[in-house]
């Protein structure tokens, strides 16, 4: 590992709050694991400083109630953020070419104004960040979003060291070290669908081309579900787990009032939803959701919906207002009809998956949902879509043992019989039972890693030590 930055002179550190700035990468996904773990950091001591895009200052509200501040760097589309660009590939190239000027002077003008900035937490993807600590002799810190598992897959790919074998029958075993055997189609989608989204995947691959000239390498997962994947990552560079990076009283309950993320690009129907779950029984309902992001297409959906239909359970199905005309026609008048299901374009999902009428989650398996139904002990059907959903379906349904997984057909979809079948064996089976009992003990072990004294707590102490100003 690399020597160390040079810390700023001692007499410009010391009498004052440790000041960190958290880079933010504007999507959803990463925004909200790195503001919520900006909260525990004020909650420690740090003054913290969030550095959005500019778009993103001024298009969504983010919650400030603590004191946090905020500044705008610029990713090269003020305007209209990634959808002004043209392709995914354009996007990038710009925003890698403005992006590392725009925050260096936002760097300068802190520093110039008297406000030292002590340490910069930067979203994982954003690596050129590294060069702008170097250059002010700040500490540097990665903040990767997504799994222990899922980074150490992509570290093997940026080296070298994954080899996919070519085979028709997808029944090649993939080993890697610390990692549970691998079929092909359990690697993120990047990887084993050649091809695909190139820009994207030259991100996520290329997250550990200077990771080693990092101090901290901050990971959104906590120590005891990823154990050994943890330690194996440790010894190659400096990682600490700080998760599960979720709003405290769904956990820890040590910020107070600290009930939501504080950023959503959508419209919670609150008070529909949980009036709706209220009126059923304890663990009736199964709640689909497929996040911001992921979108099916319209066979899938139909397929989606007969399923649900035909299953014994109550559902809530969140389908965004962009998907809503994919919908099957009538599938909203039958089941509203008969109560058997409620369909809304978003909710408030710690609550509905902390509602005690909810006993399973139909999930795309998105890293933030899948961490969220763990914390909060709920078994999952898995539905992976594409980038690292196929590897957290594999810990989910093989690993942690607190779900099944929905297998699509040779047109690569999830059949109204499968998904039928799926949700009656986490609702109403033995196996099914014994899913929420290992949904059980994850929660548990995720509130002990986030409360005083527990794994995260502790990395999370151990790190912000690192920069706290002398006070002689």
């Known amino acids: 590992m690399e020597e160390r930055q040079e810390r700023k002179p001692m007499e410009e550190r010391k009498g004052r709050k440790p000041h ?10 990463h925004i909200n694991p790195m503001l919520q773990f900006s909260k525990r950091l004020d909650h420690k001591g740090v003054r913290v400083t969030l550095v959005a895009t500019r778009f993103l200052c001024k298009t969504l509200k983010i919650d400030l109630s603590t004191s946090m501040a905020l500044e705008g760097y610029s990713d090269g589309y003020d305007n209209g953020g990634y959808e002004e660009a043209g392709s995914d590939g354009e996007y990038l190239d710009r925003f890698w070419d403005v992006g590392p000027k725009t925050f260096e002077e936002v760097v300068q003008k802190l520093t110039s104004s ?13 690596t050129w960040a590294l060069e702008v600590t170097k250059k002010f002799r700040i500490i540097g810190a990665a903040f990767f979003t997504q799994s222990c598992a899922v980074n150490s897959i992509y570290y093997h790919a940026y080296h070298g060291n994954l080899k996919i074998p070519l085979t028709d029958d997808n029944k090649c075993e993939i080993s890697l070290p610390a990692l549970p055997t691998l079929a092909a189609s ?10 695909s989204y190139p820009g994207f995947t030259k991100v996520v691959v290329n997250q550990f081309s200077d990771l080693k000239k990092a101090d901290w390498v901050l990971c959104n997962s906590f120590y005891e ?6 330690e194996w990552e440790a010894k190659i560079f400096p990682l600490k787990t700080v998760g599960p990076t979720m709003p405290s009283m769904f956990l820890d309950k040590r ?4 009930y939501a993320y504080g950023l959503s690009l959508y419209k919670e129907e609150n008070e529909v939803c ?12 199964v709640y689909v959701s497929f996040g911001s992001f992921a979108s099916l297409n319209n066979e899938q959906m139909e397929e989606m919906a007969w399923g649900l239909k035909d299953s014994e ?40 998956l902390n509602h005690e009428s909810v006993g399973c989650f139909v999930t795309h398996c998105g890293w933030n949902s899948t961490l969220e139904a763990v914390s909060l002990g709920v078994p999952m059907v898995a539905v992976p879509q594409w980038t690292d959903q196929p590897t957290n379906a594999k810990f989910i349904k093989d690993v942690w043992n607190m779900g099944v997984r929905a297998e699509a057909d040779e047109k690569g979809l999830v059949r109204r019989e499968t998904m039928k079948k799926c949700i009656d064996v986490v609702m109403k089976s033995e ?15 995720a509130l002990k890693a986030c409360d005083e004294g527990g794994s995260t707590d502790k990395n999370i102490d151990d790190f912000v030590a690192s920069f706290v100003p002398s006070s002689t």
């Open 255 to 258: 910020l107070k009032d600290d």
């Open 274 to 285: 949980l009036k709706w779950l209220s009126d059923k029984s304890v663990g009736s309902v």
């Open 431 to 445: 196996r099914g039972k014994e899913m929420k009992k290992n949904a059980m003990k994850w929660k548990t072990l």
């Open 225 to 230: 579900l990823e154990t050994q994947v943890a």
């Open 20 to 29: 960190c700035l958290v880079l933010l990468y504007p999507a959803q996904g």
């Open 114 to 126: 008297g406000n030292l900035v002590d340490c910069v937490v930067y979203d994982s993807f954003l």
């Open 186 to 195: 359990d690697l993120p989608s990047f990887l084993y669908t050649s091809g």
């Open 313 to 352: 359970s109550y559902f809530l199905w969140v389908v965004r207002e962009s998907e809503k005309p994919k919908l099957p026609k009538g599938i909203l008048d039958i089941s509203e009809d008969d109560n058997k299901g409620l369909v809304v374009t978003w909710c408030p999902q710690l609550q509905v």
